[in-house]
T-cell receptor, first 110, second 115 residues
Framework: GENVGLHLPTLSVQEGDNSIINCAYS??????FIWYKQESGKGPQFIID?????DKRQGQRVTVLLNKTVKHLSLQIAATQPGDSAVYFC?????????FGTGTRLQVFP | DGGITQSPKYLFRKEGQNVTLSCEQN?????MYWYRQDPGQGLRLIYY???????QKGDIAEGYSVSREKKESFPLTVTSAQKNPTAFYLC??????????????FGAGTRLSVL
């Protein structure tokens, strides 16, 4: 929905630890799932995607897990760095439209 | 941001004024999109275009207009009918419909404020 309020869920992690950001999606017919990273004052940046017929995909320092049974998507960031601080959005592609999740703010402290 | 250029970065609108936000892409993408983002919230779709000379309303099209005369360009006009225009506006592009993996890539955004 559009009125999710001004207070995004926040995950605070120590530099060097692993981060896990979770997302629930709404439509079981979605073809692809995407994670975006948005730094303050910038546009969303594509991180990684996963097709609906997969349950895991790895990139550089990131892993996306897809659980279709419970409609859950997660993004794991290994060895979190200060530059990872941002808002992370999950999104699903359904009939060529992008449907965004609420977003989670990741704060990395030394 | 690679390949998608939005301008200006900051824009101020006087009451009753129409303003136009520019979006250009050199990715040879067929589809282009405009989103609005309010503080601490997600993105809401304003308009999208799957092909030149064609565009469709998104979820919050009222008070906005677009054109798609060239493949590379998709300008957004915020009209005086939009009573609450202050927001961060994002343009995106993608390969196009029917490709399945229709990932959207975003520009750096335009922040619009009302004087």
């Amino acid at each position: 929905g559009e009125n999710v309020g001004l207070h995004l869920p926040t995950l605070s992690v120590q530099e060097g630890d692993n981060s896990i950001i979770n997302c629930a999606y709404s439509n079981s017919a979605s073809d692809y799932f995407i994670w975006y990273k948005q730094e303050s004052g910038k546009g969303p940046q594509f991180i990684i995607d996963i097709r609906s017929n997969m349950d895991k995909r790895q990139g550089q320092r990131v892993t996306v897990l897809l659980n279709k049974t419970v409609k859950h998507l997660s993004l794991q960031i290994a060895a979190t760095q200060p530059g990872d601080s941002a808002v992370y959005f999950c999104a699903e592609i359904l009939t060529d439209k992008l449907i965004f999740g609420t977003g989670t703010r990741l704060q990395v402290f030394p | 941001d690679g390949g998608i250029t939005q301008s200006p970065k900051y824009l101020f609108r006087k009451e009753g004024q129409n303003v136009t936000l520019s979006c250009e892409q050199n990715l040879n993408h067929d589809a282009m999109y405009w989103y609005r983002q309010d503080p601490g919230q997600g993105l809401r779709l304003i308009y999208y275009s799957q092909i030149v000379n064609d565009f469709q309303k998104g979820d919050i099209a009222e008070g906005y207009s677009v054109s798609r005369e060239k493949k590379e360009s998709f300008p957004l006009t915020v009209t005086s009918a939009q009573k609450n225009p202050t927001a961060f506006y994002l343009c995106a592009s993608s390969i196009g419909a029917g490709t399945g993996r229709n990932i959207q890539y975003f520009g750096a955004g335009t922040r619009l404020s009302v004087l």
